[in-house]
């Protein structure tokens, strides 16, 4: 297992290299710059702007720029905002990163815990009522864009029953322990279920066509004829090898879920990634941008790291050597 990993973590470095480039590249490739497309400040000289971006290398060739960014980062520097007064980018991200972690976090804890079960029943029994309705729901999660049903949700949920805030992540700054815990919780319940709804459809359906593969294999059907139980079958044997694609899912859905929840954070005004994300792009603060872009491309690619770990652990088949 150590050298697989040693493997992998070498394997990242070119992976790593030409995410950069891609993202370099298209931050350059973008019209534009901080100081054009938007309403500058009239009674300042248009040469303090000049002056600015030759500040920040923005006159500088694009191999320069790369080269001076990358180097950077490989030193664990992602550079200033050019949009926040010169911040740390580091540090805007700090701020935000954790409320997205736990929104995520949140998220697929719901899909996690509302799929798998009910794929796994919709599979055991196939054409049943359950099995429509899920099948239904499914279908609908897919089909509603998530902004959509954020709306109905601010809607029914917060403005007509006022059961759950709207948008934030906190009510008090004052408070602490665990009312803190419980508020956060009560902030993210709309935004957690929005953003889990695609995914909860995905893993139900995914569930219930490994599971319904599973149970017509021959070692089920041996299984049944030495007269183990129903629920030894379906828990010990059919859910460890039905389970495999679901990890296989995982390891992308680190990333997804940072992604994913750039639109939720808008319609839930969700102080998170997702906001500074979408803010910087308005602003063309580029080392934002391309700082963002990397950290979700590097959550991905140890995601997968992580899902191949599971595998073994799921699976006694499976071993790296």
């Known amino acids: 297992m150590f050298q697989y990993l040693i493997r992998r973590i070498l394997v990242f470095i070119p992976m790593l290299f030409l995410l950069t480039v891609i993202i370099f590249g298209l931050a350059k490739a973008a019209p534009g710059d901080p100081f054009t497309g938007k309403i500058l400040d009239p009674s300042i000289d248009p040469e303090v702007y000049e002056q600015r971006k030759e500040e920040l290398g923005l006159n500088d060739p694009v191999p320069v720029q790369y080269l001076h960014w990358v180097s950077t980062v490989a030193k664990g520097d992602l550079g200033e905002s050019i949009t926040y007064n010169g911040r740390s980018v580091t540090d805007l991200i700090g701020e935000r990163l954790m409320n997205t972690v736990y929104l995520g976090t949140f998220a697929l804890a719901i899909t996690l815990i509302v799929a798998i079960p009910i794929g796994l029943y919709s599979a055991k029994y196939p054409y049943s009522m359950l099995d429509y309705s899920a099948t239904a729901f499914g279908f609908i999660g897919l089909a509603v864009p998530n902004f959509f049903f954020g709306l109905i949700a601010i809607f029914v949920f917060a403005i007509s029953f006022g059961w759950f805030p709207a948008q934030g992540t906190v009510s008090s700054v004052d408070a602490t322990g665990f009312g803190l815990v419980m508020d956060r919780l009560h902030h993210m319940i709309l935004p957690g279920l929005t953003l889990g709804l695609a995914g909860t459809a995905t893993y139900m359906r995914y569930m219930r066509s490994e599971v319904l593969d599973v149970l017509g294999s021959d070692y089920i059907k041996t299984a049944k004829a ?36 750039v639109i939720t954070e808008q319609v839930f005004n969700y102080p998170g990634l997702g906001t500074l994300f979408i803010t910087s792009i308005t602003n063309r603060d580029y080392p934002v941008v391309m700082a963002i872009n990397l950290l979700l491309g590097v959550t991905i690619l140890f995601g997968n790291l992580l899902a191949d770990m599971l595998y073994s652990a799921v699976d006694p088949r499976i071993r790296y050597e």
């Open 226 to 261: 030495k007269g183990m139980s129903e629920t030894s079958i379906l828990y010990k044997h059919t859910l460890r090898n039905a389970i495999i694609p679901i990890i296989t899912l995982l390891g992308f859905e680190f990333g997804a879920l940072l992604s994913g929840a």
